[in-house]
């Protein structure tokens, strides 16, 4: 019998925030509806919901603080990054400037982990590099 992590929730619950954000952003529906729906279709998986819900409400809330956090490491204009990879850097982001519990390298590895999934096969190397420069930013005292 193998025991589950006691991080796998968190970890879900990023991954189901990075789907549901994604699904708004590119529908532009809206939040509440498409939280209900994606409560449903996780009812019977065990994550975070807290977690999901705060993700999932304050990083839209806070897209345009987080843009400007990364603007300044993109090698390309934001309007020009794919969905999945603005989605990541945001969650990954807001995680890094208000959770401050929660180590960077831990949220760096856990956008990269996203990247790999979901995003294209390099787009883990490019999240890395904004991650990384973001990071130095936010958790002077860390780093």
Do not use: C
């Not at 009812?43 to 956090?69: G, K, S």
């Not at 989605?87 to 856990?110: A, D, F, G, H, M």
């Amino acid at each position: 019998m193998s025991k589950q992590s006691p991080f796998l929730p968190r970890k879900r619950a990023r991954r189901f925030a990075l789907q549901t954000l994604y699904g708004w952003l590119l529908s532009e529906n809206d939040l509440r509806d498409i939280e209900k729906h994606a409560l449903i279709e996780h009812a019977d998986v065990d994550f975070d919901r807290d977690y999901f819900l705060l993700l999932l409400h304050e990083v839209p809330r806070q897209t345009h603080d987080l843009d400007l956090l990364m603007t300044p490491y993109l090698s390309r204009k934001l309007e020009d990054l794919g969905p999945i990879e603005l989605t990541i850097l945001r969650i990954s982001i807001y995680e890094l400037k208000e959770r401050p519990e929660i180590p960077y390298k831990v949220i760096i590895n856990e956008g990269l982990e996203l990247a790999k999934t979901f995003a294209s096969s390099d787009s883990h190397k490019f999240v890395n590099g904004v991650l990384d420069k973001v990071a130095r930013d936010l958790r002077k005292t860390e780093i």
